[in-house]
T-cell receptor, first 111, second 114 residues
Framework: KQEVTQIPAALSVPEGENLVLNCSFT??????LQWFRQDPGKGLTSLLL?????REQTSGRLNASLDKSSGRSTLYIAASQPGDSATYLC??????????FGAGTTVTVRA | NAGVMQNPRHLVRRRGQEARLRCSPM?????VYWYRQLPEEGLKFMVY????????ESGMPKERFSAEFPKEGPSILRIQQVVRGDSAAYFCASSPAGSGNTIYFGEGSWLTVV
C-alpha cells in the first residue's frame, strides 16, 4: 500500500526566502507525481506534474524534482511571497485514478 | 470553460439525516472521481464513475455511502444516516480519460455533522 509523507507539516518563512517542501513515498512503482496547492476552504490547484521518466519540472518560480528510486520529491519555491501562503499537497499515481496524497505542508510567508 | 462544479459548498446535517453532494465535471470530461479529506489527513480515494457506471468503489465505506453518475445531470454522492465521523471535505474530480491524464479537482463540499 502506497504511503505518502510530507515534511514538514508546517513552515513559516519571511518574504523573499526560498521554500523547500519534501515528499516521500514508499512504493517507487509510480506513473506520475503531482504537486497541488490548496487554499483554505478551496479546492486543489495542480501546480506541477512529473511523469515517472522525468527528473524535474519547472513553472515560473516553482521547481519540482523527482527521484523515483529513492521515493522522494522536492518542491522548491523561489523568492517566496505572501501570496504563496497555502497548503501544498503531494500526490502519486500508480497510473490510474487512485492518487495517494500526503497530508500536506502548510506554508505561511510573512510580509 | 467552467471547471469542476460542486454544490453545496457547505452543508450542515444533524446526525441521522441524509447528505447529498453534487458534482458536474468539466465540459468534455466523462470520468468522475470522489475523494474525501478528513481533518488533518490527506485526501483518500472513494469512488470512480463513468456515465451510468461505477468503475471502482473500493474506497467507499461499505454502509451508508453511495454514488451515481446518471446519463443526464451531475454525479451525486449520497450519505445516509450521517454520523459525526462523516464530517469532512468531499472533493470531486474529473478527467477526459481514466488514466495518464491530469485530474481536475472541484472546490469541494464541506460537510459538518452536528
Amino acid at each position: 500500500k502506497q504511503e505518502v509523507t510530507q515534511i514538514p507539516a508546517a513552515l513559516s518563512v519571511p518574504e523573499g526566502e526560498n521554500l523547500v517542501l519534501n515528499c516521500s513515498f514508499t512504493d517507487s512503482a509510480i506513473y506520475n507525481l503531482q504537486w497541488f496547492r490548496q487554499d483554505p476552504g478551496k479546492g486543489l490547484t495542480s501546480l506541477l506534474l512529473i511523469q515517472s521518466s522525468q527528473r524535474e519540472q519547472t513553472s515560473g518560480r516553482l521547481n519540482a524534482s523527482l527521484d523515483k528510486s529513492s521515493g522522494r520529491s522536492t518542491l522548491y519555491i523561489a523568492a517566496s511571497q505572501p501570496g504563496d501562503s497555502a497548503t501544498y499537497l503531494c500526490a502519486v499515481s500508480p497510473g490510474d485514478y487512485k492518487l495517494s496524497f500526503g497530508a500536506g505542508t502548510t506554508v505561511t510567508v510573512r510580509a | 470553460n467552467a471547471g469542476v462544479m460542486q454544490n453545496p459548498r457547505h452543508l450542515v446535517r444533524r446526525r441521522g439525516q441524509e447528505a447529498r453532494l453534487r458534482c458536474s465535471p468539466m465540459k468534455g470530461h466523462s470520468h468522475v472521481y470522489w475523494y474525501r479529506q478528513l481533518p488533518e489527513e490527506g485526501l483518500k480515494f472513494m469512488v470512480y464513475l463513468q456515465k451510468e457506471n461505477i468503475i471502482d468503489e473500493s474506497g467507499m465505506p461499505k454502509e451508508r455511502f453511495s454514488a451515481e453518475f446518471p446519463k443526464e445531470g451531475p454525479s451525486i454522492l449520497r450519505i445516509q444516516q450521517v454520523v459525526r465521523g462523516d464530517s469532512a471535505a468531499y472533493f470531486c474530480a474529473s478527467s477526459p480519460a481514466g488514466s495518464g491524464n491530469t485530474i481536475y479537482f472541484g472546490e469541494g463540499s464541506w460537510l459538518t455533522v452536528v
